[in-house]
Protein backbone atom coordinates (compact mmCIF):
# COMPACT_ATOMS: atom_id res chain seq x y z
CA UNK A 1 0.00 0.00 0.00
CA UNK A 2 3.02 2.39 1.00
CA UNK A 3 4.21 1.08 -2.16
CA UNK A 4 1.32 2.28 -4.15
CA UNK A 5 1.13 5.92 -2.61
CA UNK A 6 5.13 6.39 -4.00
CA UNK A 7 3.96 5.88 -7.08
CA UNK A 8 0.91 8.06 -7.57
CA UNK A 9 2.40 10.73 -5.90
CA UNK A 10 5.55 9.89 -8.07
CA UNK A 11 3.48 10.14 -11.06
CA UNK A 12 1.46 13.31 -10.70
CA UNK A 13 4.44 14.86 -9.68
CA UNK A 14 6.16 14.18 -13.12
CA UNK A 15 3.03 14.83 -14.61
CA UNK A 16 0.76 16.71 -13.03
CA UNK A 17 2.52 18.68 -9.82
CA UNK A 18 -0.63 20.13 -8.10
CA UNK A 19 -3.14 17.56 -8.61
CA UNK A 20 -2.56 15.95 -5.38
CA UNK A 21 -2.80 19.53 -3.64
CA UNK A 22 -5.98 20.72 -5.61
CA UNK A 23 -6.80 24.07 -5.38
CA UNK A 24 -10.52 24.89 -5.52
CA UNK A 25 -10.29 28.66 -7.25
CA UNK A 26 -11.96 30.95 -9.86
CA UNK A 27 -11.15 32.05 -12.54
CA UNK A 28 -12.06 34.53 -15.28
CA UNK A 29 -12.83 32.70 -18.40
CA UNK A 30 -13.49 33.97 -21.69
CA UNK A 31 -15.91 31.96 -24.22
CA UNK A 32 -18.50 33.10 -26.77
CA UNK A 33 -17.18 36.03 -26.79
CA UNK A 34 -18.04 36.99 -23.31
CA UNK A 35 -15.68 36.48 -19.63
CA UNK A 36 -17.22 35.23 -16.29
CA UNK A 37 -15.54 34.11 -13.17
CA UNK A 38 -16.03 30.32 -13.01
CA UNK A 39 -15.04 27.69 -10.46
CA UNK A 40 -11.98 25.83 -11.37
CA UNK A 41 -9.60 23.20 -10.17
CA UNK A 42 -5.78 24.98 -10.14
CA UNK A 43 -7.31 27.63 -12.28
CA UNK A 44 -7.87 24.64 -15.40
CA UNK A 45 -11.01 23.98 -17.04
CA UNK A 46 -11.14 21.59 -17.81
CA UNK A 47 -9.02 20.73 -14.73
CA UNK A 48 -5.95 19.08 -14.20
CA UNK A 49 -5.70 15.24 -15.32
CA UNK A 50 -4.55 12.75 -12.73
CA UNK A 51 -2.64 9.86 -13.65
CA UNK A 52 -2.46 6.55 -11.82
CA UNK A 53 -1.62 2.70 -11.79
CA UNK A 54 -4.05 0.02 -11.11
CA UNK A 55 -3.88 -0.58 -7.62
CA UNK A 56 -2.33 2.83 -6.83
CA UNK A 57 -3.69 4.53 -3.74
CA UNK A 58 -4.93 7.98 -4.75
CA UNK A 59 -4.47 10.82 -2.70
CA UNK A 60 -6.01 13.69 -3.25
CA UNK A 61 -6.20 17.15 -0.61
CA UNK A 62 -8.99 19.50 -2.39
CA UNK A 63 -8.44 22.61 -0.91
CA UNK A 64 -11.61 24.82 -1.47
CA UNK A 65 -10.85 28.87 -2.27
CA UNK A 66 -13.87 29.88 -3.41
CA UNK A 67 -17.65 31.25 -2.38
CA UNK A 68 -19.20 27.84 -2.45
CA UNK A 69 -19.57 24.44 -1.19
CA UNK A 70 -17.86 21.54 -2.80
CA UNK A 71 -16.97 18.11 -3.05
CA UNK A 72 -15.45 16.49 -6.13
CA UNK A 73 -16.71 12.90 -7.58
CA UNK A 74 -14.66 10.47 -8.92
CA UNK A 75 -16.82 9.16 -11.73
CA UNK A 76 -17.04 5.27 -12.10
CA UNK A 77 -14.24 4.92 -9.58
CA UNK A 78 -15.60 1.57 -7.65
CA UNK A 79 -14.87 2.73 -3.92
CA UNK A 80 -14.26 -0.58 -2.41
CA UNK A 81 -14.57 0.27 1.42
CA UNK A 82 -13.65 3.96 0.86
CA UNK A 83 -17.09 5.20 0.55
CA UNK A 84 -16.34 8.37 2.19
CA UNK A 85 -14.45 9.32 -0.85
CA UNK A 86 -16.63 8.95 -3.12
CA UNK A 87 -18.27 12.50 -3.38
CA UNK A 88 -21.51 13.39 -3.80
CA UNK A 89 -22.28 15.98 -1.06
CA UNK A 90 -24.69 15.09 1.53
CA UNK A 91 -24.87 11.63 0.20
CA UNK A 92 -21.17 10.08 1.03
CA UNK A 93 -19.96 13.16 2.80
CA UNK A 94 -20.80 17.06 3.76
CA UNK A 95 -19.62 19.37 1.44
CA UNK A 96 -16.13 21.10 1.79
CA UNK A 97 -16.85 24.76 2.80
CA UNK A 98 -15.07 27.88 1.63
CA UNK A 99 -11.74 28.13 3.57
CA UNK A 100 -11.71 24.27 4.76
CA UNK A 101 -10.20 20.94 3.08
CA UNK A 102 -10.72 16.91 2.74
CA UNK A 103 -8.51 14.36 1.61
CA UNK A 104 -9.76 11.82 -0.84
CA UNK A 105 -8.11 9.01 -0.29
CA UNK A 106 -8.38 5.45 -2.37
CA UNK A 107 -7.09 2.35 -3.98
CA UNK A 108 -7.29 1.37 -7.32
CA UNK A 109 -8.08 -2.39 -6.92
CA UNK A 110 -8.81 -4.23 -10.23
CA UNK A 111 -9.27 -0.81 -12.16
CA UNK A 112 -7.95 0.53 -15.47
CA UNK A 113 -9.11 3.18 -18.21
CA UNK A 114 -10.14 6.96 -18.35
CA UNK A 115 -12.71 8.11 -15.97
CA UNK A 116 -13.69 11.59 -15.28
CA UNK A 117 -13.85 13.53 -12.28
CA UNK A 118 -16.25 16.12 -11.19
CA UNK A 119 -18.02 19.02 -9.00
CA UNK A 120 -20.79 16.57 -7.13
CA UNK A 121 -23.04 19.93 -5.56
CA UNK A 122 -25.00 21.75 -7.40
CA UNK A 123 -24.10 22.85 -10.82
CA UNK A 124 -20.14 23.25 -9.99
CA UNK A 125 -19.66 20.02 -12.48
CA UNK A 126 -20.28 22.50 -15.67
CA UNK A 127 -16.41 23.69 -15.02
CA UNK A 128 -15.47 21.62 -12.42
CA UNK A 129 -14.10 18.29 -13.98
CA UNK A 130 -11.41 16.55 -15.66
CA UNK A 131 -9.94 13.45 -16.14
CA UNK A 132 -8.50 10.74 -14.25
CA UNK A 133 -6.13 8.19 -16.31
CA UNK A 134 -5.54 4.61 -14.59
CA UNK A 135 -3.19 2.98 -16.68
CA UNK A 136 -2.32 -0.79 -16.27
CA UNK A 137 0.10 -1.89 -13.71
CA UNK A 138 3.91 -1.40 -14.80
CA UNK A 139 4.94 -4.45 -17.33
CA UNK A 140 1.33 -5.06 -18.07
CA UNK A 141 0.26 -4.77 -21.43
CA UNK A 142 -3.16 -2.76 -22.66
CA UNK A 143 -5.77 -5.70 -23.01
CA UNK A 144 -5.13 -4.73 -27.31
CA UNK A 145 -2.47 -3.21 -29.33
CA UNK A 146 -0.48 -0.24 -27.77
CA UNK A 147 -2.09 2.82 -29.58
CA UNK A 148 0.04 5.28 -31.58
CA UNK A 149 -1.23 7.72 -29.05
CA UNK A 150 -3.24 8.79 -26.10
CA UNK A 151 -5.69 12.24 -26.38
CA UNK A 152 -7.82 12.64 -23.42
CA UNK A 153 -10.98 14.43 -24.93
CA UNK A 154 -13.44 15.79 -22.74
CA UNK A 155 -16.98 16.58 -23.88
CA UNK A 156 -18.62 19.77 -21.57
CA UNK A 157 -21.07 22.20 -22.04
CA UNK A 158 -20.63 25.82 -21.73
CA UNK A 159 -23.36 28.72 -20.36
CA UNK A 160 -23.25 32.11 -20.88
CA UNK A 161 -24.66 33.02 -17.12
CA UNK A 162 -23.55 31.70 -13.76
CA UNK A 163 -24.48 27.85 -13.99
CA UNK A 164 -25.21 27.96 -10.08
CA UNK A 165 -27.83 31.14 -11.31
CA UNK A 166 -29.36 28.60 -14.12
CA UNK A 167 -29.99 26.13 -11.68
CA UNK A 168 -31.04 27.89 -9.01
CA UNK A 169 -33.65 29.67 -11.23
CA UNK A 170 -35.04 26.53 -12.62
CA UNK A 171 -35.13 24.74 -8.96
CA UNK A 172 -36.96 28.02 -7.82
CA UNK A 173 -39.25 27.75 -11.12
CA UNK A 174 -39.89 24.12 -10.60
CA UNK A 175 -38.79 24.26 -14.84
CA UNK A 176 -36.54 23.03 -16.53
CA UNK A 177 -32.83 24.67 -16.59
CA UNK A 178 -31.73 26.78 -19.52
CA UNK A 179 -29.98 24.91 -22.03
CA UNK A 180 -26.09 25.36 -21.97
CA UNK A 181 -25.27 28.08 -25.14
CA UNK A 182 -22.55 25.84 -26.64
CA UNK A 183 -21.14 22.13 -26.44
CA UNK A 184 -17.06 21.95 -25.90
CA UNK A 185 -14.25 19.93 -26.52
CA UNK A 186 -11.80 20.12 -23.62
CA UNK A 187 -13.73 23.28 -22.78
CA UNK A 188 -13.35 25.00 -26.13
CA UNK A 189 -16.68 26.27 -28.24
CA UNK A 190 -14.88 26.59 -31.59
CA UNK A 191 -14.34 29.85 -32.67
CA UNK A 192 -17.66 32.05 -33.12
CA UNK A 193 -17.71 34.61 -36.04
CA UNK A 194 -16.99 38.19 -35.80
CA UNK A 195 -16.49 38.14 -32.02
CA UNK A 196 -14.04 40.93 -31.25
CA UNK A 197 -13.44 39.36 -28.01
CA UNK A 198 -12.18 35.78 -28.62
CA UNK A 199 -9.98 35.85 -25.61
CA UNK A 200 -8.61 32.60 -25.10
CA UNK A 201 -10.13 31.00 -27.97
CA UNK A 202 -7.72 29.17 -30.03
CA UNK A 203 -10.10 27.29 -32.13
CA UNK A 204 -8.82 25.10 -32.74
CA UNK A 205 -11.61 22.55 -31.76
C1 LIG B 1 -12.10 38.84 -13.07
O1 LIG B 1 -12.25 40.06 -13.73
C2 LIG B 1 -12.77 41.10 -12.91
C3 LIG B 1 -13.03 42.33 -13.78
O2 LIG B 1 -11.95 42.55 -14.66
C4 LIG B 1 -11.79 41.39 -11.77
O3 LIG B 1 -12.29 42.39 -10.92
C5 LIG B 1 -11.60 40.10 -10.98
O4 LIG B 1 -10.62 40.31 -9.97
C6 LIG B 1 -11.15 38.96 -11.88
N1 LIG B 1 -11.15 37.75 -11.09
C7 LIG B 1 -10.18 36.84 -11.18
C8 LIG B 1 -10.34 35.63 -10.33
O5 LIG B 1 -9.21 36.97 -11.90
C1 LIG C 1 -21.94 24.14 3.30
O1 LIG C 1 -21.57 22.92 3.87
C2 LIG C 1 -21.74 22.88 5.29
C3 LIG C 1 -21.29 21.52 5.79
O2 LIG C 1 -20.09 21.12 5.22
C4 LIG C 1 -23.19 23.10 5.64
O3 LIG C 1 -23.33 23.15 7.05
C5 LIG C 1 -23.69 24.42 5.03
O4 LIG C 1 -25.07 24.55 5.25
C6 LIG C 1 -23.42 24.44 3.54
N1 LIG C 1 -23.77 25.75 2.99
C7 LIG C 1 -24.60 25.88 1.95
C8 LIG C 1 -24.83 27.28 1.49
O5 LIG C 1 -25.14 24.94 1.41
C1 LIG D 1 -5.24 6.88 3.47
O1 LIG D 1 -5.94 5.76 3.92
C2 LIG D 1 -5.09 4.76 4.47
C3 LIG D 1 -5.93 3.52 4.77
O2 LIG D 1 -6.99 3.84 5.61
C4 LIG D 1 -4.41 5.31 5.73
O3 LIG D 1 -3.54 4.36 6.26
C5 LIG D 1 -3.63 6.56 5.33
O4 LIG D 1 -3.07 7.16 6.49
C6 LIG D 1 -4.52 7.56 4.61
N1 LIG D 1 -3.68 8.66 4.13
C7 LIG D 1 -4.02 9.94 4.27
C8 LIG D 1 -3.06 10.95 3.74
O5 LIG D 1 -5.07 10.29 4.79
C1 LIG E 1 -32.88 31.54 -18.76
O1 LIG E 1 -33.49 31.83 -20.00
C2 LIG E 1 -34.49 32.85 -19.93
C3 LIG E 1 -35.15 32.93 -21.30
O2 LIG E 1 -34.20 33.13 -22.29
C4 LIG E 1 -33.81 34.16 -19.54
O3 LIG E 1 -34.79 35.19 -19.43
C5 LIG E 1 -33.13 33.97 -18.18
O4 LIG E 1 -32.41 35.14 -17.84
C6 LIG E 1 -32.16 32.79 -18.24
N1 LIG E 1 -31.63 32.53 -16.92
C7 LIG E 1 -30.35 32.65 -16.59
C8 LIG E 1 -29.99 32.37 -15.17
O5 LIG E 1 -29.50 32.92 -17.41
C1 LIG F 1 -19.55 39.02 -39.93
O1 LIG F 1 -19.34 40.36 -40.30
C2 LIG F 1 -19.45 40.59 -41.70
C3 LIG F 1 -19.06 42.05 -41.96
O2 LIG F 1 -19.61 42.91 -41.00
C4 LIG F 1 -20.90 40.28 -42.13
O3 LIG F 1 -21.02 40.47 -43.54
C5 LIG F 1 -21.22 38.83 -41.80
O4 LIG F 1 -22.56 38.55 -42.08
C6 LIG F 1 -20.96 38.57 -40.30
N1 LIG F 1 -21.14 37.16 -40.07
C7 LIG F 1 -21.83 36.69 -39.05
C8 LIG F 1 -21.92 35.21 -38.92
O5 LIG F 1 -22.44 37.41 -38.27
CU1 LIG G 1 -20.38 11.59 -12.13
Not at 171 to 189: E, F, K, Y
Request: proline share 8%.
Amino acid sequence: MACGVKAVVLVAALLFPAMVESMVVMKNATRLCASKPIVTVNGKFPGPTLYAREDDTVIVRVVNHVQHNITIHWHGVRQLRTGWADGPAYITQCPIPTGQSYIYNFTLTGQRGTLLWHAHINWLRATVHGAIVILPKRGIPYPFPKPDKEEIIILGEWWKSDTEAVINQAMQAGVPPNVSDAHTINGHPGPVPNCSSQGTETGYT
